[in-house]
């Protein structure tokens, strides 16, 4: 299936492992040209050395961290403008007394999950407007729809990135620039595979034991594949998502009990 969007360009942010790597990955594959931020340099440098190699686009990546102001000056400086704004990553620890987080932590979880993509999705938002073509994914989470109170903090972020998302959305549209967010569920990543390995020793059991502990609420009874996260993402990035904004799109093996 041709997305229509060979020769765009791509800024991905949070992308140098997990979704958003697979997310660039994809992206490349339907010849866009890809500019990664991240923190970690190695992981950066790695993963454009291998989009060149499998595609024949443009790879390029910034160090630097989106929660920040610096972080976010420096992405804007090296790709300020893209057509394509893919925003992952941005978690910020979370005190583990659950409900009775100090206003610091509160502070923290608003930098990195709201009001960082926030200013990279408005400042970036306006060339497309101008360009008449643009494309923006926020990647949050299914939290925001199934909230628990341990992880009330991000849910609550996220939630008001997706009501920024949805007023955006609203306006821009006219001019073809679309803005969706994807709220994952759990997906076999870098960091959901260390996790299982930490239950493992927790809880002294196999892999399969705690896989299946873990997939009990979702239907399709496993994590889900990169490949399938990414597959969604290319398609929002597409021309022919045009007439789709403002959703808050679930990908979790549905998990989520709820019809919206």
Not at 100 to 114: K, Q, S, T, V, Y
Not at 147 to 164: H, I, N, V
Not at 213 to 239: H, K, M
Request: aromatic residues 4%.
């Amino acid at each position: 299936m041709d997305l229509h969007i060979s020769n765009r360009s791509a800024l991905l942010c949070g992308a140098s492992k997990g979704l958003g790597r697979a997310c660039a990955e994809r992206l490349a594959a339907e010849g866009v040209h890809i500019t990664l931020s991240a923190r970690e340099e190695s992981r950066l440098q790695q993963a454009c050395e291998e989009i060149r190699q499998r595609h024949a686009v443009r790879a390029n990546y910034i160090v630097a961290d989106m929660s920040t102001p610096q972080g976010r000056a420096a992405i804007l400086s090296g790709c300020p403008a893209p057509d394509i704004l893919v925003l992952c990553g941005g978690w910020p620890e979370v005190p583990a007394t659950t409900g009775a987080w100090p206003a610091e932590a509160w502070r923290a979880a608003i930098d990195a999950m709201l009001l960082a993509q926030v200013e990279m999705i408005s400042t970036l938002s306006q060339g497309m407007v101008k360009r008449e073509f643009g494309r923006i994914v926020a990647v949050t989470s299914r939290l925001i729809k199934d909230p628990e109170l341990r992880l009330a903090m991000p849910a609550a972020a996220r939630l008001g990135l997706t009501g920024y998302i949805k007023a955006l959305s609203r306006d821009i549209a006219v001019h073809n620039v679309t803005v969706n967010s994807i709220l994952p569920g759990i997906f076999e990543t870098e960091t959901q595979i260390a996790n299982t390995n930490q239950l493992m020793a927790m809880a002294g059991a196999s892999r399969q034991e705690i896989v299946a502990q873990r997939t009990t609420a979702t239907p399709a009874g496993r994590f889900g594949s990169p490949d399938e996260f990414s597959a969604l993402c290319a398609y929002l990035c597409s021309r022919d998502a045009g007439f789709m904004t403002g959703q808050a799109v679930v990908i979790d093996g549905g998990a989520h009990t709820g019809i919206w």
